[in-house]
């Protein structure tokens, strides 16, 4: 009886071991990836009504930037400046300034891209979503990676659209005017409107969802934003020309997201007037590609002290 006992409890701690074995392996198997996370991070962003609201917003901003822009150069083109009568013969267009108003159109589109980013990232918060994700996927870093690349692969894509949308309607504008071609160095704003442009969309809802994850509120990293976007370089640049004793500003306002996203579109090109103003300034003004490293710099400040809190600080 004893030795029929043995048997059995060793057959079915086999049994057990077996079961056990195959349960690792079905949980290896289903255990959710980094694939899976973005996959649902992406799933949840589409399904919001918000999404498609302010990155429709943000490349209709820049398709509206881009032909008010593009108005304004052909008109001055017709008229005589000293006159204010219309020319018999239209002045040639300067294909720079062209190539400026693209890289420009997406200033005014930044603030609406670091809203979406901030709001991408606080909704899980404000709306108690952040339980039922972490329960989901209790790996707080994996979480907020994948949360963060969603966010810059859809502000990516609205910039690509943004930036198409706004070549057409500045092609149409400039049709059967005389374009003059760029020379020397202005040809590298090419590569940076084409490329540049997008990632830097990209770099701001990546600042923003860093934000978003700083203050875990919406209307604390939405505020933020509209400072580092609109408020400080402004304030900064205006104290540093009434002030002469702290013109050092002048420099300081230049390294604010803002001012380094703008610098970096304008590829440091500069017209005759901007360049005679800018030649009387005592200040240091970096080039367009240190602004980038200035702006990346922002962004991983940003990004980096988001994930610290979301990794380390209890949820709300």
């Not at 919406?218 to 400072?227: E, Q």
């Not at 002030?243 to 002048?250: F, K, N, Y």
Request: proline content about 2%; some cysteine.
């Amino acid at each position: 009886m004893s030795v029929t006992t043995t048997n059995a409890e060793a057959a079915s701690a086999a049994v057990n071991r077996s079961a056990g074995r195959r349960a690792n392996r079905w949980n290896r198997r289903i255990r959710l990836s980094f694939l899976g996370s973005l996959k649902a991070e992406l799933l949840k962003l589409r399904s919001l009504k918000s999404t498609w609201i302010l990155l429709g917003l943000a490349a209709a901003l820049m398709v509206g930037m881009a032909a008010l822009s593009a108005w304004t150069i052909t008109f001055m083109a017709t008229v005589d400046i000293t006159t204010g009568k219309t020319l018999d013969h239209p002045k040639p267009l300067a294909a720079v300034d062209l190539w400026a108003v693209l890289a420009s159109s997406g200033s005014t589109a930044a603030l609406v891209i670091g809203i979406f980013g901030v709001m991408a990232i606080t909704s899980e918060y404000t709306t108690s979503a952040i339980q039922s994700s972490l329960t989901a996927n209790p790996r707080r870093i994996m979480f907020y990676t994948s949360k963060s690349l969603a966010v810059a692969l859809y502000a990516l894509a609205s910039g690509m659209v943004g930036v198409l949308l706004a070549s057409g309607v500045l092609w149409l504008f400039v049709h059967g005017h005389d374009v003059a071609a760029l020379k020397g160095d202005q040809w590298r704003i090419i590569p940076i409107t084409v490329a540049g442009f997008p990632l830097i969309i990209m770099l701001i809802a990546l600042l923003a969802v860093g934000l978003g994850a700083l203050t875990r509120s919406t209307v604390g990293g939405v505020s933020i934003v509209v400072v580092l976007l609109m408020v400080l370089s402004s304030i900064l640049a205006i104290v540093s020309m009434a002030v002469s004793q702290v013109s050092w500003l002048g420099t300081l306002a230049y390294l604010t997201p803002d001012m380094s996203m703008n610098n970096f579109l304008g590829a440091s090109i500069r017209s005759d007037a901007v360049s005679s103003v800018t030649s009387q300034q005592n200040y240091w003004i970096p080039e367009w590609w240190q602004s980038g490293l200035i702006l990346c710099a922002w962004v991983a400040v940003a990004w980096i002290g988001g994930l610290t809190v979301t990794a380390k600080a209890d949820i709300k």
